[in-house]
């Protein structure tokens, strides 16, 4: 097997002090007699200088060392994008194995390149070797007498100069992932694959910027199934050099894009920094919702604590740990709630729960640093609490049609049930949330947001055409809510909560109810849904409803009085009485825009018995009312 490393130089990196020459000359000084060096010089400046010079510096290495080494060198007079360019030299390599490495990067160990080649043998792919980093600007200073050590095969100068990422220019990582990434090489900062396999999966993909291109080849390279070999043995020195990190959303998007169409969440990249660990841990499958780590870690600690009346884990324990525990839902509401209130004991007035509950969550809060207290009970914000209420105003409709009970609210009532889904979900990073009926187009304005992805179940062909107009994002399924066959067709998948607005009749709501309870994805703890009801219109049916609800482990959990609110649509015959009526007492006629107003109902459930709402249902009365 024949090894091809492949290196891409921009501009000589003369802001890293020319660390294309050290980096050529650690590859030199391996141990392996014979490889390919394949160089991208991918400047925009001098390009015939450069590629003199570096064709010089690589044929006197040649002469001087004597090894058997194919030496290329492409040279660009455009820049490419740098995957580009690495894709490009890994597409004219020869040989079976390509070994990258970044042109600011040196090797540290001599016999590297032997070893990944006996390892090539037993895996497909490796990375992980230790990050060591130059201190700020020390390497530029000392840039040549380094290269003059380095070409005699000394490192101790270099390495007693390096440390851990980063060194004098140290600033606090948000998240201790971020920090831990950076002490290990990606694939692209020194790592191997082989060349069938890499050019079979594309390659690094082309984002239009750096970050997190690197991340995708090695999820596909996980998800393709292909052995994986840590390279943590192994040292290499970083020249630490000034860059403006920059969060790139498009990039996160393309990447989370490709995760989710495979049914993944994430690739926890950080834990095969680990020995022993499985594939199940690596690629983290896509649930219904996925919250912020962070919070995820805190609830996780949270769990393990006891309230300030228990002293002991034991029968009152479980007790309080099955009737008491907060949800990861009520955690991490409690959590946005305490960050935006000023001190604790106004925290505790909103926060609908006692105090022996609420200091283990206080604990695990100020354990994480997220806040502090003043001596007087103020609370200080340290940092996490971000913009969680970022929603486009957009609103569309269609004529309401009679027939299937459609009846619009208004746009502030629209935007007032997005603001409020925000509320009940923050610090979600993934959520599927199902909308069964969408003629109030609540769908597009949730789909604004990142890390909503709607799926819509509509019967009215009007708004399932304009929807796949307005934003792709939107799963869209033309569904008669009363056809069992047709629903068990469309493979809906599972979602962690819905929201509906159903017709105002006793079988119209069990119905949709029903349904949506049939697409939540099910675990140990509730689940929580949203149902838009008018009660004056279902009258005293409501009553049974929540009868029937009950006993199917369905409960009323809140309600949000005049939530939502509705205008006379010219269409209708509501329309029409009303101008009677303003008529008959000497009124204008059209003295009056609203119609109604309707509440909202929030519902909990844990393992509902659908088989008992399905009994008292008739879907030929779904839109009877008065029945």
Known sequence: MRLSCVMVTCDMEKSKGNAV?????????????????IIVDNSNVKVEKNKKQLKLYVNEFILKTGKNVSFKLIYRKKTLNVNKARNLGASLATGDLLVFIEADTIILDNNIFSEVLRISNSFDFGYGAKRLW????WFQHNSQFVLKQIMEGKYDFLKFNTGEYPLSFRKKADGEVFSLLQNYTFIANFGFCKRSIFLKLGGFPIYSFLDLSDDCIIFRLFDGGYKFKFLGDFSVVH????????????NFSKYFEELRSHG???????????????LSEILEPLKSVHYDFRVTEMYNKYIQLLPLNIQKKGGDFYFWEKNNLFSIMDFSILLKRLLLTSSVDDFIKESCADFDNLATFLNVVLKNDLISFTSSGEIKNKSFLRDLNIIK???????PKGSLNQFPCDSNSVMRRAKFFLDRYPFVEYIRVAIL?????????????????PVVLEKDPRIVSKLKKINKKIDIRTVDFSDDANFLKLDVPKVATFITDPPYTLHGILAFIYRGLSLLQYDDDWKEFYVVINPTMIGKNFYHIIKILSSANV???EVRNNFSHYMLPQNFKERVRANRFFRNINLPKNMVKYSSSSNLYIFRTKNP????ICKKLDYTKIYNHYL
């Open 21 to 37: 020459f050290h980096s050529i000359a650690s590859v030199f000084n391996q141990d392996l007699d014979s490889f390919e060096l």
């Open 555 to 557: 409960f009323l959990y």
């Open 609 to 612: 018995r659908l088989i008992e």
């Open 264 to 278: 993944y969440y994430w690739c926890n990249i950080s834990k095969t920094f680990k020995h022993k660990i499985k």
């Open 393 to 399: 105003q957009q609103f569309y409709s269609v004529l």
């Open 134 to 137: 130059t201190k700020e600007k």
């Open 239 to 250: 020249v630490s050099h000034k860059r403006k990190r920059i969060n790139h959303p498009e």
């Open 437 to 453: 009926g969408d003629d109030d187009f609540l769908s597009p304005i949730l789909a604004s947001v990142p890390s909503i992805f």
